[in-house]
Structures are given as C-alpha cells and as structure tokens.
Nanobody, 123 residues
Framework: QVQLVESGGGLMQAGDSLRLSCETS????????MGWFRQAPEKEREFVAA????????SYADSLKGRFTISKDDAKNTAYLQMGSLKPEDTAVYYC????????????????WGRGTQVTVAS
C-alpha cells in the first residue's frame, strides 16, 4: 500500500521560512518523480515544484522560483519543500504527490497523493 504523509505545516509570519516533508512508503522511491502542489481556499490545486527520480532535474512554478526549493533524501524515502520569504498568498494546503519515472508538472499525471498539510502565513 502506497502512502505519502506530509508534515511540517503551521501558522507562520510573513518573511518566515518553513520546510515541509513528505515521507513515503510502499513505492520504490528512487523510481518516482515527486511533486508538490498547493490549493488555496476556493482555488484550483496548482503545481509548486517537482524533482525527478534521479534528483537531477527540478521544476518550479514560475512565480515561486527563487523562494522555494525541492529536494529528496533517498535513504529516508522522503521529499522536502523548503519555502522562504513566505507571503500571505502562500497560504494553502500543500500536497505531496508521486508519479512514475517520467518527469512532469501536470497534476493529472500524478498517481499517488498525500492528504496535505496546512500552511498559513499571517501578514
């Protein structure tokens, strides 16, 4: 059974940094592209970042480049999202997702999803 469990969310102040974790089980972590998506209230779930199975390739939403960094630790079967200079508009539920080895950012192409972790940024 594949499981993705996000952690690390919370209530933050504008300008803070935060690292989210996504611990996986039941899949061959080194064969999966991992992605982060987020969904703000009354908005569509949107792509945040992705990292290839090898860890060599990364991709980010244009609006987040320079503030967010995705990484992975194969030994821990865990993906991370480091978020910096947080803004109130970063408030959302953040979801971790996994897909086969092909690298991409389309939500529909991700096979497995976590339940999400809430990030709230106060001004």
């Amino acid at each position: 059974q594949v499981q993705l469990v996000e952690s690390g969310g919370g209530l933050m102040q504008a300008g803070d940094s935060l690292r989210l974790s996504c611990e996986t089980s039941g899949l061959t972590f080194t064969s999966y592209t991992m992605g982060w998506f987020r969904q703000a209230p009354e908005k569509e779930r949107e792509f945040v970042a992705a990292i290839s199975a090898s860890g060599i390739l990364t991709s980010y939403a244009d609006s987040l480049k320079g503030r967010f960094t995705i990484s992975k630790d194969d030994a821990k079967n865990t993906a991370y999202l480091q978020m910096g200079s947080l803004k109130p508009e970063d408030t959302a539920v953040y979801y971790c997702a996994g897909r086969g080895s092909f690298f991409g950012s389309k939500r529909a192409e991700y096979d497995y999803w976590g339940r999400g972790t809430q990030v709230t940024v106060a001004s």
